[in-house]
C-alpha cells in the first residue's frame, strides 16, 4: 500500500507541474497584460476608415503564420490619405507560428474591437505577442513616447545591488547586443545568470525588426534606464517599438537562449570550496529539470496537435481543396461565404458583369456595407485550377502596394471559386488605349503617370515585398485604371514566388500572352525578374503607340511593334511612332526616354536588360545613362520556327470584354504528369 501510495506521490510532483504549466500558458497567453487607447481620436461606425480597419485586420491575421513572427500592412483609399490605416504585429521571438496565430487572431477579432471600439489608434500587449495599428505610418520609426512598467509585488531578497549589477549586465552585454544586430527578420534575444546557488534570473528584450541597429538599441536602453531604483523580484516595460523583461523563473522557450557565457574568475586566493561544488550540482539539477520539463511539455503538445488534426480532416467541407490536399489555414480570416457574394452580385446577374476571359467572369457587387467590389468567379473547365487559385489567393493577399489591385478575400464553397478584389472603375488599360474612340482620354501626363505605376508596382514584387514575386503575365489587359487612372496590377494565377538568393526557373509549363514573353521564356521555359521586364518594355512601347505589340507594319516584309520603333529611333523619327492623339502635347524628352527605356527592356539577351529598380530611376531622373539599344529580336519568327513539334495557341480564348485576364492570344503548353 505504501508503495502504491509513494507512486502515486511521485507521479503528481512530477506530471503535475507540467499539467499545470500548460493550464496555465493556454489559459493566460492570450490575456491581454496592457493596452492603450484611451487618449486617440475615434471613427464614426459604417465609415471608411471602419472598413479598412476591418481589412487590416483581415491582413494581420492572415500573415500570422509568418516564420519571422513579424508582419506589416496597410488598408486604404490611396487617394483619401487620411482614412488609410497602419499596423503590424510582433510576436515574441520564442514563440511558434501556431501560438502566434492564435494571439494576433484574438487581439484583431475579439479584444481590440471591444477593448479599444471605434478608436483610431490602438496598441495591445500579451505575453506573446503585440498588435497595433493607427491612421499614420510608424513603420521604421522608434517610438518611445511612451513606456509602461509592470512589476511584480514582490521586492527582492539578498544582496539587491548585487541583483541590480547582475540585471544591468544580462540586458547591456548580451541581450540589447544580441537583439539590436538580430537582422531585419528578428530582433529577440534571452539570457540567465545565477544570482544564489538555488536561483536563477532569466531576461528577454525584443524590437520589431524594422527598425535600425541603432534604433532598437537606443529602445531598449531606454527600457532598461525605467527600472532603475524599482527593480523588484521581476518586471517588464512595454514600449510601442521595444519590450523588456526579466523574471525569477523561466518564462520563454529555453532553447532561445544565448551560448551560455562563461564562468567569471574568483578573487585572488580563493578556491572552490566543497559547498560551491555542491551548490554546482544543485544547479545542474536544476537546469536538467528545465530542460526536461518543456521536452514533456512538447511532447503531450504534439499529442493533442495531431489528435486535433486527425479531427479536423474528418470534419473538413471544402471538397475541391480536400480533394486536391491543398491547405488555407493560413488565408481563413478572408474567406467570404456565397451567399453574401451572390447577395452583392444579384446572383451574378448579366447586368453586373464586367467582362469575361481564359479564366472566368467578372461582376461587379456591392456589400451590404456599402463597399464597391470586383467578383472574379473561375469557369468550372477554366485553365486555372485549384493550383492557379491557390496561387492568386496566398500571393495578392500578402501584397500591398498602391499600384496593385487588393485582394479582399476569397470564397471556396462546393464547386464555386471566387476571388473579391478591390473594384476599379475605369477597367482595364487595353480597354481605353486601344479604343480609338477613348483614347485620346490618355494624355501624355497620364500615359506617363501609367508608366510610372506599373514600374513601381513591379519594383514592389521583385525587390521591396517580404516575397520576391515573377508575375509572368504583365500586360495591358492585366494593368487596371482606377478612378484617377492611375495604374493597378492585376491577375496573379501565373506569378512565381522566388527564394532569396533565386534569380531564375524552369518550367516546361510555358504560360502567358503571345507578345509579351521574352524569348528565353517562350523558347525555353528559363523566367525570371528580367522576363518581367521584357513584359514591361512592351508594354510602354504600346502606351507611346496606342498600338497593340502584334499590329504589323508593312515594309518589304511583316515586321512587329517592337522593330518598328527600334527603326524609327534608329532613323530618330520617334514623333512618327508616337500615338497621333498625344504628338501636339506629349514631352518630347520623356517621350525619347521612354522609347529608348521600353528598347533597352526587350533587348534579346536577359542580361542587357535592366532591373525594375533602374527603369524606376531613369522614369524619376534624367542623371541615368542607357546604353544603345540593339535591334529586338524578331520574336513572331523566332517563335514560328519553334513549331515544330509543339501547338501553339491550345488555349486561345475570345477576345471578349474583362477588365482581369484576356488571354485572347496566349500559349499554353501543358505539363505531363
Avoid at 490605416?85 to 502566434?100: A, E, M, P
Avoid at 484574438?106 to 474591437?113: E, G, K, W
Avoid at 537606443?218 to 523583461?245: F, K, Y
Wanted: proline share 4%.
Amino acid at each position: 500500500m505504501d508503495r502504491k501510495k509513494n507512486w502515486y506521490l511521485a507521479f503528481f510532483s512530477i506530471y503535475m507541474p507540467i499539467i499545470l504549466l500548460i493550464i496555465s500558458k493556454t489559459a493566460f497567453a492570450q490575456t491581454p497584460i496592457h493596452h492603450d487607447c484611451s487618449n486617440t481620436t475615434m471613427f464614426a461606425n459604417n465609415t471608411q476608415y471602419e472598413a479598412n480597419l476591418n481589412t487590416l485586420f483581415r491582413y494581420l491575421s492572415s500573415n500570422a503564420t509568418n516564420p519571422s513572427g513579424y508582419h506589416q500592412a496597410t488598408s486604404g483609399n490611396d487617394n483619401t490619405e487620411s482614412e488609410e490605416v497602419f499596423g503590424h504585429f510582433l510576436c515574441r521571438g520564442d514563440q511558434n507560428t501556431s501560438s502566434c496565430q492564435d494571439c494576433v487572431n484574438t487581439a484583431t477579432t475579439t479584444d481590440l474591437p471591444n477593448i479599444c471600439p471605434n478608436r483610431k489608434v490602438a496598441i495591445i500587449w500579451y505575453d506573446n505577442c503585440m498588435v497595433r495599428y493607427s491612421n499614420l505610418s510608424f513603420f521604421g520609426r522608434m517610438d518611445g513616447s511612451s513606456s509602461t512598467i509592470l512589476s511584480n509585488r514582490n521586492n527582492v531578497t539578498g544582496n539587491s545591488t548585487r541583483f541590480e549589477e547582475l540585471v544591468g549586465n544580462m540586458f547591456r552585454n548580451v541581450i540589447v547586443v544580441r537583439a539590436a544586430n538580430g537582422g531585419s527578420q528578428r530582433k529577440f534575444a534571452t539570457d540567465t545568470a545565477s544570482y544564489t546557488s538555488l536561483q536563477t534570473l532569466y531576461g528577454l528584450g525584443q524590437c520589431t525588426p524594422d527598425l535600425s541597429v541603432s534604433d532598437c538599441n537606443r529602445c531598449l536602453e531606454i527600457g532598461i534606464g525605467n527600472w532603475a531604483s524599482r527593480l523588484t523580484s521581476g518586471g517588464q516595460v512595454l514600449q510601442p517599438s521595444c519590450v523588456v523583461r526579466y523574471e525569477m523563473n523561466p518564462f520563454f522557450e529555453l532553447s532561445s537562449l544565448a551560448p551560455p557565457p562563461q564562468p567569471l574568475p574568483l578573487p585572488p586566493g580563493q578556491s572552490p570550496t566543497s559547498d560551491s561544488a555542491h551548490s554546482e550540482s544543485r544547479i545542474s539539477t536544476t537546469v536538467i529539470i528545465a530542460i526536461v520539463v518543456p521536452v514533456v511539455v512538447i511532447l503531450v503538445a504534439l499529442i493533442v496537435i495531431c489528435v486535433c488534426c486527425a479531427k479536423y480532416k474528418k470534419t473538413k467541407t471544402y471538397d475541391p481543396v480536400a480533394k486536391s490536399g491543398e491547405d488555407f489555414t493560413t488565408i481563413e480570416s478572408l474567406q467570404y461565404d456565397l451567399a453574401t457574394l451572390k447577395s452583392a452580385t444579384s446572383n451574378f446577374s448579366d447586368e453586373n458583369k464586367l467582362g469575361e476571359g481564359g479564366f472566368g467572369s467578372v461582376y461587379k457587387g456591392t456589400l451590404s456595407n456599402g463597399r464597391e467590389i470586383a467578383v472574379k468567379r473561375l469557369s468550372m473547365n477554366s485553365s486555372q485550377g485549384i493550383q492557379e487559385f491557390k496561387n492568386e489567393v496566398l500571393l495578392v493577399a500578402k501584397l500591398q502596394h498602391r499600384n496593385l489591385v487588393r485582394l479582399f478575400g476569397f470564397c471556396l464553397e462546393g464547386e464555386e471559386k471566387l476571388l473579391v478584389y478591390e473594384y476599379v472603375p475605369n477597367k482595364s488599360l487595353d480597354k481605353i488605349l486601344f479604343d480609338p474612340v477613348n483614347q485620346s482620354l490618355l494624355d501624355w501626363g497620364t500615359r506617363y503617370q501609367i508608366i510610372e505605376g506599373i514600374a513601381r508596382g513591379m519594383l514592389y514584387l521583385h525587390h521591396d515585398s517580404q516575397l520576391r514575386i515573377i508575375h509572368r503575365d504583365l500586360k495591358a489587359s492585366n494593368v487596371l485604371l482606377d478612378a484617377d487612372m492611375k495604374a493597378k496590377i492585376a491577375d496573379f494565377g501565373l506569378a512565381r514566388i522566388f527564394g532569396v538568393d533565386q534569380t531564375q526557373g524552369n518550367t516546361s509549363r510555358v504560360v502567358g500572352t503571345y507578345g509579351y514573353m521574352a524569348p528565353e521564356y517562350a523558347m525555353n521555359g528559363q523566367f525570371s525578374n528580367k522576363s518581367d521586364v521584357y513584359s514591361f518594355g512592351v508594354l510602354v512601347l504600346e502606351i507611346i503607340s496606342g498600338k497593340r505589340n502584334n499590329t504589323c507594319y508593312e515594309s518589304g516584309h511583316i515586321e512587329d511593334l517592337l522593330c518598328h520603333a527600334w527603326k524609327q529611333w534608329r532613323d530618330n523619327m520617334i514623333l512618327e511612332f508616337v500615338d497621333p492623339t498625344i504628338r501636339e502635347s506629349c514631352s518630347m524628352d520623356e517621350i525619347m526616354r521612354c522609347v529608348h527605356l521600353g528598347l533597352i527592356c526587350v533587348q534579346e539577351s536577359a542580361d542587357d536588360r535592366p532591373t525594375m529598380a533602374t527603369i524606376v530611376l531613369t522614369l524619376d531622373s534624367n542623371s541615368v545613362t542607357l546604353p544603345v539599344p540593339e535591334a529586338p529580336g524578331f520574336l513572331l519568327k523566332t517563335l514560328e520556327k519553334s513549331k515544330t513539334s509543339k501547338e501553339i495557341g491550345s488555349n486561345r480564348s475570345s477576345s471578349k470584354s474583362t477588365p482581369w485576364s484576356i488571354n485572347d492570344v496566349s500559349i499554353t503548353e501543358p505539363e505531363p504528369r
